[in-house]
């Protein structure tokens, strides 16, 4: 009962406060006190919007070319990476020898943030779909990396004995015990390595692309466009909405044991 | 005994690892795999790093670039940390704050940070104002997100005996909620060092007029990777010293606090 007047309260206070900043935007923009060179007026946004959407696009092409090339991108980036992350991550949560054998070089290329790989991704791969892949393919290895691993270590001591004891080995022990040990910590590194993954691509995109989200901005940016700017945030707002909702869609389903989460 | 014959193992293990790890590296350069211009040997790499420290590259020496990146970082992050830190704790005592604040913060959140970039530009040009600007939208949100969930999960029975004896609302952020949620805040502070710094880098390589970013993005244009890769070396060390510096103060906190 308090929860739900509770819930009412944020839905109440949280929709008054959107419907605030609005009214406080379009009179802004209307009285000149909000720059139209800095910031959209709401008719400007909704123009760039249906220029992108329906009208004769930006930056060739229209909104649903650019976001799914970026999605595309997203996606193969993401699962060429976890696709070795997350076993090797596994791998090295097991056994000792291989985290002894693997982790100085994951040591050395750790600390190196993303965005870091673009100038080289670039001089060697050029500005096509394989440099970002590969800017992409180290957005998501680290983290998935790191996080499977450390699911692994935190499986309890004693399912692991027990396992021992009762003799589980090869595949079994993989599918049936280190697996699901370590899927909440799996999962939190895929959520790191997918938000990685947009924040690199837009990035990418941002210093040199034919089409994408980052295209849209870079060129709205160069034309001081600004509600076009605008627009091109919101589509990458959606983007990032969306993935992020398909893989808590998928989470909940591989862990059905988890109520809450 | 076995278990120091096991160290041993493993240390050479370890060994081998960054021996392949170069080996590889230095073999593929030696035979020329790709051009030495696209694929320099590791000591080239690193003749060129104190070469760039004496002899400027795109108007400053290395460290000079350095410099830059490190003042704009600085002002961001101390700037995210200064408002994220009081708002996430006023947020988790102010239910009216919580309400109004956490559905537009949780919208705002989708966009990724360097999405800022061009209104960062236009609003701040590309000297301090615009990458500090990004820096600030990567270093926000852990830092506002962590106070707010370390005040938010502070245990009833402190707040309640602070009521008791009739302390303030200000009162209690200050004297009960910031202790109670340190080392929540710290390890924020840490992931939104890390993001900040991956931001900036960002933001240098797309719009800025000095700084590691813009050395690594004219080293692409001139298509020089070893300037390229000791850009990637000097952000490396600076963020892995930035983080073990702040889990030193993590380890620290929760070392006094007893844990």
């Known amino acids: 009962m308090s929860a739900t007047l509770r819930d009412n309260a944020r839905l109440w206070t949280g929709t008054a406060t959107v419907v605030g900043l609005v009214g406080l935007w379009l009179i802004g923009s209307a009285s000149g006190f909000i720059s139209a060179q800095n910031f959209p007026s709401p008719e400007q946004f909704f123009a760039a919007a249906k220029q992108l959407v329906v009208g004769e696009g930006f930056a060739d092409g229209r909104i649903h070319e650019h976001m799914l090339q970026s999605v595309k991108l997203i996606l193969l980036g993401f699962f060429a990476a976890t696709a070795i992350g997350v076993p090797l991550g596994l791998w090295m949560g097991w056994s000792r020898t291989a985290e002894a054998l693997v982790n100085p070089i994951f040591l050395l290329v750790r600390p190196i943030p993303a965005l870091a790989w673009i100038p080289l991704a670039i001089v060697w791969l050029g500005l096509g779909d394989a440099a970002k892949v590969m800017?992409?393919?180290?957005?998501?290895?680290?983290?998935?990396?790191?996080?499977?691993?450390?699911?692994?270590?935190?499986?309890?001591?004693?399912?692991?004995?027990?396992?021992?004891?009762?003799?589980?080995?090869?595949?079994?022990?993989?599918k049936d015990v280190i697996v699901p040990g370590a899927l909440p910590s799996i999962f939190t590194g895929l959520r790191l390595s997918l938000q990685g993954c947009l924040t690199a691509l837009v990035a990418a995109e941002l210093l040199g692309a034919l089409l994408g989200m980052g295209k849209v901005l870079y060129q709205a940016g160069l034309d001081i466009y600004p509600a076009m700017i605008l627009a091109g945030m919101v589509a990458v707002a959606i983007v990032g909405f969306g993935l992020t909702a398909i893989l808590d869609f998928v989470e909940r389903r591989s862990m059905p044991w988890r109520t809450t989460h | 005994m076995g278990d120091k014959l096991q160290n041993r193992r493993l240390m050479w293990l370890s060994a081998t690892g960054l021996l392949i790890f170069f080996g590889l590296w230095t073999f593929a350069a030696w035979v020329e795999l790709a051009p030495r211009k696209f694929l320099p040997l590791p000591w080239d790499v690193v003749e060129r790093g104190f070469a760039l420290m004496s002899r400027p590259f795109s108007g400053q020496t290395l460290q000079g670039h350095l410099a830059a990146s490190i003042d704009r970082y600085l002002r961001g992050f101390l700037l995210a940390a200064a408002v994220g830190v009081p708002l996430g704790l006023l947020m988790g005592w102010y239910r009216w704050l919580d309400n109004m604040i956490t559905p537009l913060f949780d919208s705002l959140r989708f966009i990724a940070p360097i999405a800022w970039v061009p209104f960062a530009a236009l609003w701040f040009g590309t000297g301090i104002g615009g990458p500090t600007m990004i820096i600030f939208a990567g270093a926000f949100p852990p830092c506002l997100i962590n106070a707010y969930r370390g005040a938010r999960f502070v245990e009833k029975k402190y707040i309640e005996a602070a009521q008791v004896y009739g302390a303030s609302g200000p009162r209690i952020i200050y004297e009960v909620l910031l202790p109670a949620s340190l080392p929540s805040i710290i390890a924020?502070?840490?992931?939104?060092?890390?993001?900040?710094?991956?931001?900036?880098?960002?933001?240098?390589?797309?719009?800025?007029?000095?700084?590691?970013?813009?050395?690594?993005?004219?080293?692409?244009?001139?298509?020089?990777?070893?300037?390229?890769?000791?850009?990637?070396?000097?952000?490396?060390?600076?963020?892995?010293?930035?983080?073990?510096?702040?889990?030193?103060v993590e380890a620290w906190v929760n070392h006094k606090r007893g844990h």
Do not use: C, K
């Open chain 2, 188 to 248: 924020g502070l840490r992931i939104g060092a890390g993001a900040g710094w991956q931001s900036l880098i960002g933001a240098e390589l797309i719009a800025a007029n000095s700084g590691i970013g813009l050395m690594m993005v004219r080293g692409q244009g001139a298509l020089d990777t070893s300037i390229v890769m000791v850009g990637m070396i000097a952000v490396g060390l600076f963020g892995l010293l930035v983080d073990v510096a702040l889990r030193g």
């Open chain 1, 135 to 174: 800017i992409l393919w180290f957005a998501a290895f680290v983290p998935s990396v790191i996080n499977s691993f450390t699911g692994v270590r935190s499986i309890e001591r004693p399912i692991i004995e027990a396992s021992a004891m009762l003799g589980v080995r090869g595949w079994t022990l993989v």
